[in-house]
């Protein structure tokens, strides 16, 4: 025979006498009883369970409406626990991780209080090894010599531009004299004296003396390696000592070298 009834003054469903807490809303019947409820004694009968029932004025609070208010206020009273716990645990788990993070930061900013760890102590072994050298793997010695390599080139750059500006403006004839002294040195050896000759005669080219002079002076010849060209011109057109090949060289009938550029020409080809 089933235990006594009882109705639930929350949900107003019907439950065991012996529950503790209302299967339907969670109602726990130990709480003191809601103001709105008004509850009447038990109702005994010969054979009946006993049963617990509302007035009136409690069944027409418990409208459709008011159980889905009720339902939703004890739902938001369970859920208030998580409500508070979730915001407070997210906290917590910054709080660490701040702490973890200030503790934990020196290697960042590379402030560990002194303590000399692997990675440090391998940086500082080939921080010595690299002490000798400004950029990694090239020797001072070698950095050096291009870095004199470079201040010569920049020498070299202004005193050619220095030159630009002191150059004189050329006449016609200069210009024209030095072209045709810079043609007859790309065809054969001609010496300082033999190519005056060639460019003023009236047999060669007839520029003026002055003309004729300033294009050997400015044609840039080596004039020794002008003789080592014209003496091996004559071995090859014909036999010459060593002696006759430097007269032959430096003679005023001849192609007019200094004595000593003849003498540099003859050990040279001999």
Not at 127 to 150: M, S
Not at 159 to 182: I, V
Not at 247 to 269: I, K
Request: a negative charge; hydrophobic letters at 35%.
């Amino acid at each position: 025979m089933p235990g006594p009834a009882k109705i639930c003054p929350d949900c107003a469903e019907e439950v065991k006498g012996a529950a503790r807490v209302c299967r339907y809303c969670g109602y726990r019947f130990d709480q003191q009883p809601r103001p709105d409820i008004d509850l009447v004694g038990t109702v005994e009968e010969a054979g009946e369970p006993t049963v617990t029932q509302p007035t009136e004025k409690a069944a027409k609070a418990r409208g459709p409406k008011e159980l889905e208010a009720k339902a939703r206020e004890y739902l938001e009273g369970r859920g208030h626990r998580w409500r508070v716990g979730i915001p407070v645990a997210i906290g917590v788990v910054i709080i660490i991780a701040l702490i973890a993070s200030l503790g934990g930061g020196g290697d960042d900013d590379g402030d560990d209080g002194g303590l000399i760890t692997p990675e440090r102590q391998a940086v500082l072994e080939k921080n010595e090894e690299n002490e000798g050298t400004t950029i990694k793997g090239v020797p001072d010695t070698l950095q050096a010599t291009q870095e004199e390599r470079r201040q010569e080139r920049v020498r070299e750059r202004r005193r050619e531009e220095k030159a630009d500006l002191t150059k004189p403006e050329l006449t016609s004839g200069q210009e024209n004299a030095l072209e045709a002294a810079q043609g007859y040195l790309d065809f054969s050896g001609f010496s300082k004296a033999g190519l005056i000759q060639q460019l003023s005669s009236p047999a060669g080219d007839g520029y003026s003396k002055a003309d004729a002079t300033f294009a050997a002076n400015n044609v840039g010849a080596d004039w020794k390696a002008e003789a080592v060209e014209s003496a091996q011109s004559y071995l090859d057109f014909s036999s010459f000592s060593r002696e006759g090949l430097i007269e032959q060289l430096s003679s005023a009938a001849g192609e007019e070298f200094t004595p000593e550029q003849a003498r540099y020409a003859a050990d040279e080809v001999y």
